[in-house]
């Protein structure tokens, strides 16, 4: 004896894509959040470390076996890495902070068929 109800999801022929434009919209639940853009906090930490490289380099006094130019450049390597690292970390810390404000919401998936060629 056979199911005289249709199955609900017809069988598709081996190599032929199914028209997109008379599928269905379907619904799906999506998660939405903010994050923080890694690079600006990068180039403000290294902007933090580049300006203590600065004022480390004329708050103490001048030292007789290096030039000025010399401990800038020293400490300008140094600082730069720290004040890079403390973006990072800064931005990681805030992206946490943003990560637990994230929300569930319906989202209705479209199939646009492509752009017909002119």
């Known amino acids: ?10 069988a598709r022929a081996e190599g ?8 269905p919209a379907r619904l799906a639940s999506v998660r939405v959040r903010r994050t923080p853009r890694l690079a600006s906090f990068l180039v403000a930490g ?12 004329f708050a103490f ?5 290096f030039a000025t130019s010399q401990v800038f ?8 890495v720290i004040g890079t690292a403390l973006g990072a970390v ?6 946490r902070v943003l990560d637990g404000r ?16 002119s």
């Open 1 to 10: 004896m056979t199911d005289p109800t249709p199955d609900p999801t017809p």
């Open 16 to 23: 032929v894509t199914p028209d997109p434009a008379r599928e």
């Open 46 to 57: 290294l902007g933090f470390g580049v300006v203590l490289a600065l004022v480390a380099t």
């Open 61 to 65: 006094p001048p030292n007789e076996e």
């Open 73 to 80: 450049g020293f400490l300008l390597l140094i600082g730069a």
């Open 90 to 95: 800064v931005a990681l810390i805030v992206g």
């Open 102 to 117: 994230a929300r569930e919401v319906a989202a209705e998936r479209e199939n646009t068929p492509p752009a017909a060629d």
